[in-house]
């Protein structure tokens, strides 16, 4: 148990359809963050938000859409996805962006599969 | 470009001693991070490195030669649960991690 809960854990989801993935975390951090899991591939980041606040967007498509409404909640809002954005989607927290000692939390992930 | 290296794969024996390397080329240095992911579950912190040399932690240590460009996460006394993937990440100027794809570590009886 990290401290960062993520729902669902597993995901099938048509291209046509729409579905959030929802993020959690207790640790009373400021930043959170969404990563991309591909098999064999490094992880890829895809948002930062620290305070609430989008400071980082990693080129990710409009077809994936973040929201942080408090420090505590991030979810991701997903939408006419491709069969290529099959992947396990993890969410991560830490004190704070921008320090180097800043040791990230991770939550469970979701493996979503798109069909 | 930014890029991390380490093995796809490694097997070792329970009760030995591994070692796992990773290379780094990243813009700027702010410290290398080594987490480990059991399979279905989410990374957890090993170890933090940002001056040159050897730091223990229990069974496992890691070590960074920030000149070469290279850290290794050397395992003693390995148990069946170490048995997962082991991820290397250098954060950057922009204080990003960049991750490698992580090395599975196979341990047989």
């Known amino acids: 148990e990290t401290g960062v809960t993520q729902t669902p854990r597993h995901l099938v989801m048509g291209m046509t359809n729409k579905k959030s993935l929802k993020c959690e975390q207790h640790?009373?951090?400021?930043?959170m963050y969404w990563y991309k899991q591909s098999a064999k591939k490094p992880l890829e980041l895809m948002f930062v938000y620290n305070f609430k606040e989008q400071t980082e967007n990693n080129s990710v498509p409009s077809r994936f859409s973040p929201e942080c409404p408090n420090s505590s909640h991030l979810f991701l809002h997903l939408h006419t996805l491709q069969p290529e954005d099959s992947a396990l989607y993890l969410c991560?927290?830490?004190?704070?962006?921008?320090?180097?000692?800043?040791?990230?939390?991770f939550g469970p992930g979701t493996r979503l599969t798109v069909l | 470009g930014q890029n991390i290296d380490q093995p796809t794969e490694m097997t070792a024996t329970e009760g030995a001693i591994v070692q796992i390397n990773c290379t780094y080329q990243?813009?700027?240095?702010?410290?290398l991070f080594w987490y480990q992911q059991h399979a279905g579950e989410a990374p957890t912190f090993l170890s933090y490195?940002?001056l040159d040399g050897l730091e223990e932690k229990g069974r496992f240590s890691s070590f960074l030669s920030r000149s070469k460009g290279y850290s290794y996460l050397l395992l003693k006394e390995l148990q069946m649960k170490d048995s997962a993937s082991y991820l290397c990440a250098s954060m950057d100027s922009n204080y990003q991690l960049i991750w490698g794809a992580g090395t599975k570590l196979i341990i047989k009886p």
């Open positions: 990243t813009s700027g240095f702010n410290g």
């Open positions: 490195n940002v």
């Open positions: 640790l009373g951090h400021n930043a």
């Open positions: 991560a927290s830490s004190q704070d962006w921008s320090s180097a000692t800043d040791t990230q939390y």
